[in-house]
């Protein structure tokens, strides 16, 4: 079965460290443009993070510096360690991949709040 799971997410402090987890089964990762987004409540999905799969990555403006996007191809898993976590980074973090010609993959997601 195609399936990313995520894991990870927990409440902290403004400031505080997590790093989540998006672990690939049934298919093989490091073939897939993998992508970090987070929903917050009442806003749209957007884009945080992504990771070719030739290691480039791409962030959003407002997590420059603060997140990093990693791949271990020999777990066939994706991180996202966030940094100096800020009140308006709360939201459910979702993990999708993007291959041409094939249907996008996406998980379940993981509550981040991040919150004093």
């Known amino acids: 079965q195609v399936q990313l799971v995520e894991s990870g997410g927990d409440m902290v402090q403004p400031g505080g460290s997590l790093r989540l987890s998006c672990a690939a089964s049934?298919?093989?990762?490091?073939?897939?443009?993998m992508n970090w987004y987070r929903q917050a409540p009442g806003k749209e999905r957007e884009l945080v993070a992504r990771?070719?799969?030739?290691?480039?990555?791409t962030y959003a403006d407002s997590v420059k510096g603060r997140f990093t996007i990693s791949r271990d191809n020999t777990k066939n898993t994706v991180y996202l360690q966030m940094n100096s976590l800020k009140p308006e980074d709360t939201a459910v973090y979702y993990c999708?991949?993007?291959?041409?010609?094939?249907?996008?993959?996406w998980g379940q997601g993981t509550q981040v709040t991040v919150s004093s």
């Open positions: 999708k991949g993007v291959r041409g010609g094939r249907p996008d993959i």
């Open positions: 990771i070719s799969t030739g290691g480039i990555t």
């Open positions: 049934g298919f093989t990762s490091s073939s897939y443009l």
